[in-house]
């Protein structure tokens, strides 16, 4: 179905902000309204953003609404548990995956929510403590086990398992469960046995009982592990994606939820692949977009810029060859949902700050010559929702000047 792009009447005077989970997906609700969508089930939306904290109050309040939803999330995460796992088994980060995966679940029986519970568990702080729950997780003697039935405790377990043994054929690298994570266990199991990241997903989906409409995307399809580096505008160059937005200084894990209160050194100008042992711009590698993802934008009636860290939660999804290409040919609503506070990656920015950030990393406006675009940043995002009392200001004189016109209000002028 062909879905015209939205307009208000090109009211951007008349600026209504949104607040909190509810009231937001209440207006992609009105926007499909709007479009002449009379069922919610028939549209269908694909989210670029983060699996963790900033986005899971939306996912909550979005499956009341519609399940039609792919999500396409990055796979380079090198923060947290995840780190732990991919310095010992290697291959992709999982975490911010298997957040958006329990998020999904259902949650309709006491057995479905024991699941849940299960895989959303963490093992406690301190080393020893946590090595000592697993082993009961594992051997099947957590009180965490009583509600869930034997075929999936079984089938949880034999996967726990496989990852206990990956870890014990390591045993040189020392692994830490502390804080880890047995839903990325149970993931990092998975991944490994299949050699398969597509295939993880498939087995936790199913475990998890996700709608089948609804679609967990990895935005590069691999087996390998990826490493995320930022080029600032004064030349340097940061290594990782915890070092660009939590670093921890060897202070030991921040909490994400509240940042990280180092400021930058100078802004970031792009975000780029870098090969595992590299360090500067000659180590920069090029993986290609999971052609899933490219299948999805192709057809879906909304493409949505989720909210998050803007340089290593949304820009790792878009600078990928092809993602830029499919979403300028379509002619369809693609809606920015502006933050609501700076952090570190974008200190003093303005809407069309974001605006534009999202602009370069499509056009790849920063890397090989050869391979950039020269779109303008209305084939990019035409709708921005903007948050009540939000600390980043809607300049709309320049959003404007960008070709936006509709900064989101809950009536048609």
């Not at 975490?95 to 929510?113: M, N, P, Y």
């Not at 056009?363 to 035409?382: A, F, H, M, W």
Request: proline fraction near 5%; charge should be neutral.
């Amino acid at each position: 179905m062909l879905i015209h792009a939205l307009r208000f009447s090109q009211c951007v005077h008349q600026l209504h902000s949104i607040d909190g989970a509810q009231e937001l997906v209440g207006r992609i609700e009105f926007l499909a309204y709007a479009l002449k969508m009379e069922d919610m089930g028939a549209f269908l939306l694909i989210w670029f953003g983060i699996g963790g904290t900033a986005f899971n109050g939306v996912v909550e309040e979005l499956k009341k609404l519609t399940t039609r939803v792919a999500h396409v999330l990055p796979v380079s995460d090198d923060g947290g548990s995840t780190a732990e796992i991919v310095r010992v088994l290697g291959g992709p980060a999982v975490g911010d995956i298997r957040s958006r995966c329990l998020r999904l679940a259902d949650q309709s029986t006491a057995e479905a929510v024991a699941v849940k519970r299960m895989l959303g568990h963490r093992l406690p702080l301190p080393a020893k403590e946590a090595k000592s729950e697993w082993y009961d997780i594992v051997e099947g003697e957590h009180p965490l086990w009583e509600e869930v039935s034997i075929p999936y405790r079984e089938t949880i377990r034999a996967f726990l398992v496989y990852f206990q043994q990956q870890i014990l054929m390591r045993a040189r690298e020392k692994f830490c469960f502390s804080n880890g994570s047995i839903g990325n266990f149970f993931f990092a199991g998975a991944r490994t046995f299949f050699q398969s990241l597509e295939a993880a997903i498939f087995l936790f989906s199913r475990v998890s009982d996700i709608p089948k409409e609804s679609l967990v995307l990895p935005v590069i399809s691999t087996n390998d592990r990826l490493t995320l580096g930022c080029e600032l505008w004064d030349g340097r160059i940061i290594r990782g994606q915890n070092e660009i937005s939590h670093p921890t200084n060897g202070s030991g894990p921040i909490d994400k939820c509240k940042g990280s209160g180092q400021a930058l050194p100078s802004r970031i100008k792009r975000v780029f692949y870098m090969s595992s042992e590299g360090c500067n711009l000659l180590h920069e590698v090029f993986p290609m977009p999971n052609p899933v993802v490219l299948d999805q934008l192709r057809s879906v009636d909304c493409i949505i810029y989720a909210m998050g860290s803007l340089f290593t939660s949304i820009c790792p999804s878009l600078v990928l060859t092809g993602i830029g290409e499919t979403i300028a040919s379509r002619n369809c609503s693609k809606i920015l949902l502006l933050n609501g506070s700076h952090d570190r990656e974008t200190s003093g920015f303005s809407a069309s700050c974001f605006v534009t950030a999202i602009t370069d990393a499509l056009n790849r406006t920063y890397g090989n010559p050869s391979n950039s675009l020269s779109n303008p940043p209305d084939k990019y995002v035409n709708t921005i929702f903007v948050p009540r009392n939000g600390e980043i200001p809607a300049d709309l004189d320049a959003l404007r000047s960008q070709g936006i016109h509709v900064v989101v209000s809950s009536h048609v002028c």
